[in-house]
């Protein structure tokens, strides 16, 4: 049988004189060729025989036997120096890559503010679900609400979820908060404002990123499942899912293109009991390298797995750092119906329980697969995921919108990092439903979009460095930024967050399947958006618009300016903070002086 072959992931680069330099970053190895080669070297994104692939680029040559015997002797030439990878060897790394050993998930965090009845139910059931596969897990929950009767509350839930199921639980309201980061403000020389800015966030606001950040701090060195305090953990597995592991790399999909009700069946038909508990799913994946992944896989999954899995496997590189589920009944602003939330429209299918039932975000794209999914670059949020903390990562984005967007992205944008999209889902029940969306926000930008082209702008260029490197040069980068610079780049960012949203709205309304009401209300922001990203201050991401003493659209450019400085800075100090924190929770010395501090069920902290 004849060898397949395949591209590595290549780049075209201007070389000396008129060549074109063709390399591969995962074979650390190049080609210099004419343009007219460079413009029909393909990246197939299957096998094949190298004669298949050279008949395919000499037909997109304009055919002459001199450049047709010029690409020939380039694909043999590729095939020497590794830019073109036979299947035998990916079969190969495959089978001999041994399993990353790793110790079960037993830490649970949970963030919250002010809601002591949810945070209850949410750590019940995932103390009870870990029970039924023999677990025994401790909990840190962390309240930055501000609230002492919230934290009093909040106490008192979380002591009766102690007492009754035996387990740890660690709570951090305000005053252990700032005990931990005095902690490591004592044990390194990060500013103060950048501390705080990263573990309590902009002054005034909600912070779930922040909070988030405490908790990864407080996690370091761990393998940890976060969730939600509006999440219940009642796992269930998609219908239609099997266990064949897919490895997928391409664009960024958004929900907002599903239909709420996939193939005119509710979620519910969708949807079975789990025949494996939430945590053994995330064991299954978690720390885990893309090449065992793959091991199982038929012959025929193998040819068309993507070219960065393939520079994965053969590099041996490729460990899955987090694991996301999937969300029942989310009634967040993921799903086409919340379009219509924008223009206050509730038609019987959009009331609250309609909502719930009909409304999919992360567990759309997991029904898309139809199985796990492996991705590349892919920023889904999630309210439920498993990270791999053995080894350092990013921060969240201290804002409280798309910060968990923005983590997945940063995450999964190393080259060494994948990420897992479970087929199971997890509940969402708030205790509210939000029936109607800020119409300015539907039609500003966030920060977290922001921050997205920024960072990826400067990610890519430096992902051949460690993670701390890695992060320590992004943040130079964006600490450093003068305000014109920032000033370009927030222009260049809005512009392509327009064009992209606009796509969406257009892909929306030439759907033949999208509801009418839900086509109207769509037109409708269409034309907002386009009005919006003609004014002065669209730039300007809607948490800080309006912030500044006078509101003036040059005093919010400067929030602007600074958030993004200092987030440079945070992203520079990150690994120190983390390294002062690890093992905090265990210290018991030192967590000790962390008073008042939960410590449950004879558990003396």
Same mark, same amino acid.
């Given at each position: 049988?004849?060898?397949?072959?395949?591209?590595?992931?290549?780049?075209?680069?201007?070389?000396?004189?008129?060549?074109?330099?063709?390399?591969?970053?995962?074979?650390?190895?190049?080609?210099?060729?004419?343009?007219?080669?460079?413009?029909?070297?393909?990246?197939?994104?299957?096998?094949?025989?190298?004669?298949?692939?050279?008949?395919?680029?000499?037909?997109?040559?304009?055919?002459?036997?001199?450049?047709?015997?010029?690409?020939?002797?380039?694909?043999?030439?590729?095939?020497?120096?590794?830019?073109?990878?036979?299947?035998?060897?990916?079969?190969?790394?495959?089978?001999?890559?041994?399993?990353?050993?790793?110790?079960?998930?037993?830490?649970?965090?949970?963030?919250?503010?002010?809601?002591?009845?949810?945070?209850?139910?949410?750590?019940?059931?995932?103390?009870?679900?870990?029970?039924?596969?023999?677990?025994?897990?401790?909990?840190?929950?962390?309240?930055?609400?501000?609230?002492?009767?919230?934290?009093?509350?909040?106490?008192?839930?979380?002591?009766?979820?102690?007492?009754?199921?035996?387990?740890?639980?660690?709570?951090?309201?305000?005053?252990?908060?700032?005990?931990?980061?005095?902690?490591?403000?004592?044990?390194?020389?990060?500013?103060?404002? &950048?501390?705080?800015?990263?573990? +309590? %966030? =902009?002054? $005034?606001? #909600?912070? /779930?990123?922040?909070?988030?950040? !405490?908790?990864?701090?407080?996690?370091?060195?761990?393998?940890?499942?976060?969730?939600?305090?509006?999440?219940?953990?009642?796992?269930?597995?998609?219908?239609?899912?099997?266990?064949?592991?897919?490895?997928?790399?391409?664009?960024?999909?958004?929900?907002?293109?599903?239909?709420?009700?996939?193939?005119?069946?509710?979620?519910?038909?969708?949807?079975?009991?789990?025949?494996?508990?939430?945590?053994?799913?995330?064991?299954?994946?978690?720390?885990?390298?893309?090449?065992?992944?793959?091991?199982?896989?038929?012959?025929?999954?193998?040819?068309?797995?993507?070219?960065?899995?393939?520079?994965?496997?053969?590099?041996?590189?490729? &460990?899955?750092?987090?694991?996301? +589920? %999937? =969300?029942? $009944?989310? #009634?967040? /602003?993921?799903?086409?119906?919340? !379009?219509?939330?924008?223009?206050?429209?509730?038609?019987?299918?959009?009331?609250?329980?309609?909502?719930?039932?009909?409304?999919?975000?992360?567990?759309?794209?997991?029904?898309?697969?139809?199985?796990?999914?492996?991705?590349?670059?892919?920023?889904?949020?999630?309210?439920?995921?498993?990270?791999?903390?053995?080894?350092?990562?990013?921060?969240?984005?201290?804002?409280?919108?798309?910060?968990?967007?923005?983590?997945?992205?940063?995450?999964?944008?190393?080259?060494?990092?994948?990420?897992?999209?479970?087929?199971?889902?997890?509940?969402?029940?708030?205790?509210?439903?939000?029936?109607?969306?800020?119409?300015?926000?539907?039609?500003?930008?966030?920060?977290?979009?922001?921050?997205?082209?920024?960072?990826?702008?400067?990610?890519?260029?430096?992902?051949?460095?460690?993670?701390?490197?890695?992060?320590?040069?992004?943040?130079?980068?964006?600490?450093?930024?003068?305000?014109?610079?920032?000033?370009?780049?927030?222009?260049?960012?809005?512009?392509?967050?327009?064009?992209?949203?606009?796509?969406?709205?257009?892909?929306?309304?030439?759907?033949?399947?999208?509801?009418?009401?839900?086509?109207?209300?769509?037109?409708?922001?269409?034309?907002?958006?386009?009005?919006?990203?003609?004014?002065?201050?669209?730039?300007?991401?809607?948490?800080?618009?309006?912030?500044?003493?006078?509101?003036?659209?040059?005093?919010?450019?400067?929030?602007?300016?600074?958030?993004?400085?200092?987030?440079?800075?945070?992203?520079?100090?990150?690994?120190?903070?983390?390294?002062?924190?690890?093992?905090?929770?265990?210290?018991?010395?030192?967590?000790?002086?962390?008073?008042?501090?939960?410590?449950?069920?004879?558990?003396?902290?």
């Amino acid at each position: 049988m004849r060898e397949l072959y395949r591209w590595l992931p290549l780049q075209k680069i201007p070389a000396a004189g008129i060549g074109i330099a063709v390399w591969s970053r995962g074979a650390c190895q190049h080609l210099v060729v004419t343009p007219a080669i460079a413009g029909v070297l393909c990246e197939h994104d299957t096998f094949r025989t190298v004669e298949d692939l050279i008949a395919d680029a000499q037909s997109k040559a304009w055919a002459n036997s001199e450049i047709c015997e010029s690409i020939s002797q380039t694909f043999h030439e590729a095939i020497r120096c590794g830019l073109l990878i036979p299947l035998s060897r990916v079969k190969s790394a495959v089978a001999d890559t041994p399993d990353k050993s790793s110790h079960p998930l037993a830490t649970l965090i949970v963030p919250t503010a002010g809601r002591p009845a949810l945070v209850r139910r949410c750590v019940a059931s995932f103390v009870h679900d870990a029970s039924l596969s023999g677990r025994r897990i401790q909990v840190v929950v962390s309240d930055n609400s501000g609230n002492p009767d919230s934290e009093r509350n909040c106490r008192a839930e979380l002591e009766q979820v102690a007492q009754l199921n035996d387990v740890k639980v660690t709570f951090v309201g305000a005053i252990e908060a700032r005990a931990i980061r005095e902690e490591i403000l004592r044990q390194t020389n990060v500013p103060i404002e &950048t501390l705080n800015f990263l573990l +309590s %966030g =902009i002054p $005034g606001k #909600p912070n /779930i990123g922040a909070n988030r950040n !405490l908790l990864l701090v407080l996690a370091s060195g761990r393998r940890v499942l976060s969730a939600d305090s509006d999440m219940i953990c009642e796992p269930r597995r998609f219908r239609d899912a099997n266990s064949t592991t897919r490895e997928f790399c391409g664009p960024t999909i958004s929900a907002v293109e599903y239909r709420a009700a996939p193939d005119g069946r509710s979620l519910e038909e969708q949807t079975v009991r789990s025949s494996r508990f939430l945590w053994d799913s995330h064991d299954e994946v978690l720390g885990r390298r893309c090449a065992t992944m793959l091991r199982d896989c038929l012959q025929s999954d193998l040819l068309t797995i993507s070219g960065d899995a393939v520079k994965s496997v053969i590099r041996g590189v490729g &460990t899955i750092r987090a694991s996301y +589920s %999937g =969300i029942y $009944g989310d #009634p967040g /602003i993921h799903c086409r119906p919340s !379009l219509a939330f924008m223009f206050n429209q509730t038609p019987n299918s959009l009331r609250p329980a309609g909502v719930c039932d009909e409304a999919l975000t992360t567990g759309d794209m997991v029904i898309a697969a139809k199985s796990t999914l492996i991705s590349r670059g892919g920023p889904w949020p999630g309210g439920c995921f498993g990270i791999d903390l053995s080894e350092v990562g990013p921060p969240f984005m201290p804002c409280y919108q798309g910060e968990d967007w923005l983590f997945g992205l940063l995450l999964s944008s190393r080259p060494d990092s994948y990420v897992a999209h479970l087929a199971e889902a997890v509940l969402h029940r708030p205790s509210c439903v939000r029936v109607t969306v800020n119409y300015d926000a539907a039609i500003s930008i966030r920060m977290a979009d922001i921050m997205r082209g920024l960072c990826m702008s400067t990610a890519a260029a430096k992902s051949s460095l460690s993670t701390r490197d890695w992060l320590y040069q992004m943040g130079t980068e964006l600490s450093q930024a003068s305000d014109d610079d920032l000033n370009q780049w927030l222009h260049g960012v809005s512009w392509s967050y327009y064009r992209s949203l606009m796509t969406t709205l257009e892909r929306i309304s030439m759907d033949t399947d999208t509801p009418d009401s839900v086509i109207e209300a769509t037109d409708h922001l269409r034309r907002a958006v386009d009005r919006a990203i003609r004014r002065a201050d669209f730039i300007v991401p809607f948490e800080l618009r309006g912030q500044s003493a006078n509101g003036t659209t040059e005093e919010a450019l400067n929030d602007t300016y600074s958030f993004i400085n200092l987030f440079g800075r945070g992203l520079r100090q990150w690994p120190a903070i983390v390294a002062a924190a690890e093992g905090l929770v265990e210290r018991a010395a030192g967590y000790g002086q962390l008073r008042p501090k939960c410590s449950y069920a004879g558990h003396e902290g």
